[in-house]
């Protein structure tokens, strides 16, 4: 499942609701891996965590449920596309349940010319990535305020 929508919409806090429920419904103990795509990307640098690059991905590889919170936000290089996309192509050919969240659209709606109005996940995160979320990975497009802002 990926939810998308603008900052403060609420994607976090239902996705980790979402956990709690397959918590809820699920078997009494599976391992769940929670993290943001900046932190991920973090532990994954040479020298972020005591295993190591490829142990660290492996891990996240072939956790059993996996929550990425704000894909596409961190700043993109070859480095980060690449692992996000072992990452995701790893999880999508094992049918491995995975929770994202992202600030970016799925598609940004196109201009008379046919051209992509903004960013989004594509630009983002590259076609390849995008095309495999595409075929199972349901999309839910949270809309409303900031509600940070309009708490109180
Ligand atoms: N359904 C809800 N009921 C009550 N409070 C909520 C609900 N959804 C979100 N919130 C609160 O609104 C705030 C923003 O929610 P959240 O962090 O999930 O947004 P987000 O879309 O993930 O934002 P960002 O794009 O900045 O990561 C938080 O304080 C959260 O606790
Ligand atoms: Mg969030």
Redesign the pocket.
């Known amino acids: 499942m990926l939810?998308t929508?603008?900052?403060?919409?609420?994607?976090?806090?239902?996705?980790y609701g979402a956990l709690r429920r397959i918590a809820a419904a699920g078997p009494c103990s599976y391992e769940v891996i929670s993290i943001t795509t900046a932190d991920m990307y973090g532990r994954l640098r040479p020298k972020g965590s005591d295993r190591g690059t490829e142990e660290e991905l492996r891990r996240l590889c072939h956790v059993p449920l996996l929550l990425l919170?704000?894909l596409g936000s961190a700043k993109a290089s070859e480095w980060t596309e690449e692992m996000t996309y072992r990452l995701i192509n790893e999880r999508y050919n094992a049918c491995r349940p995975s929770l994202y969240?992202s600030?970016l659209p799925a598609r940004a709606p196109l201009d008379e010319h046919g051209h992509a109005t903004g960013p989004d996940l594509t630009s983002a995160l590259g076609g390849r990535i995008t095309s495999r979320l595409s075929e199972d990975t349901r999309i839910i497009a949270?809309t409303g305020a900031?509600?940070?802002r309009t708490?109180g």
Do not use: C, Q, W
Not at 5 to 15: L, M, P
């Open positions: 939810l929508g603008t900052t403060g919409t609420g994607k976090t806090h239902e996705a919170d704000d969240t600030n949270m900031d509600r940070r708490a």
